[in-house]
């Protein structure tokens, strides 16, 4: 399998302009989440779906973030407008209900910096 | 309640040496206590993970050390390795598949 694709795996981009990150999951799993990863604050969960379903998006840090999940093999978290303090990397990371381990399998993340 | 605390931020040991982080809790219905390394530019993976039924787990020269009473537990590299310099996260899951991850511990062992 090829495992939790992300993209882009950076983007620049100044203050006010709109990002878009995609996910594309490990084939099968039923759970994804988005974390974002900053020195300050570590790996803080945003989002997660079970099922296509957001379940809990108390996480995300304000109305510019947004996620969607319209099918099991793809998802997307954007912010409108982008600001400085939104520069971190953002993971995504799907795992299967079903697996008794409950392991979390992580893309490569997408290095975000907002001018 | 839904806080897991890590300590140290940072670690720097000797090749051959042993290397202890350490994590706290509070949220009492965790179920599930795993470890993640992580190497710079990757995303984080699963190295060991321990139910808290279960005071201690090996696997080769990682040990978790599980203290329910306490709320307390811990990773142990034994015989640490310049290979072993990453970044760990302790994490507990809650109900529903919530994933909470400590602040990380950066280690670095010299040669």
């Known amino acids: 399998d090829a495992g939790v694709i992300q993209s882009p795996r950076h983007e620049v981009t100044e203050m006010g302009q709109e990002v878009t990150l995609r996910c594309k999951p490990i084939?099968?799993?039923?759970?994804l989440f988005w974390y974002r990863q900053t020195m300050m604050r570590g790996l803080e969960l945003l989002i997660y779906?079970?099922?296509?379903?957001?379940?809990?998006d108390s996480g995300m840090p304000e109305d510019r973030f947004s996620a969607k999940m319209p099918n099991a093999s793809f998802s997307t978290l954007k912010i409108q407008p982008s600001e400085p303090r939104d520069s971190a990397v953002y993971f995504c990371?799907?795992?299967?209900?079903?697996?008794?381990?409950?392991?979390?399998?992580f893309g490569e993340g997408s290095r975000l910096t907002v001018l | 309640q839904q806080q897991v605390k890590q300590s140290p931020q940072s670690l720097i040991v000797q090749k051959g040496g042993i290397s202890i982080i350490n994590c706290a809790y509070e949220?009492?219905?965790?179920?599930?206590f795993p470890w993640y390394q992580q190497f710079p530019g990757k995303g984080p993976a699963l190295l060991i993970a321990?139910?808290?039924?279960?005071s201690e787990k090996k696997e080769g020269r990682f040990t978790i050390s599980f203290n329910k009473s306490a709320k307390q537990f811990s990773l142990h590299i034994m015989d640490s390795q310049p290979g072993d310099s990453a970044t760990y996260f302790c994490a507990a899951r809650s109900q529903g598949g919530k994933l909470i991850f400590g602040q990380g511990t950066e280690l670095s062992v010299k040669p």
């Open positions: 084939s099968g799993h039923d759970y």
């Open positions: 779906f079970n099922n296509n379903v957001p379940i809990d």
């Open positions: 990371a799907s795992s299967l209900s079903s697996q008794n381990t409950g392991e979390l399998f």
């Open positions: 949220n009492t219905a965790f179920d599930y």
């Open positions: 321990i139910r808290p039924d279960v």
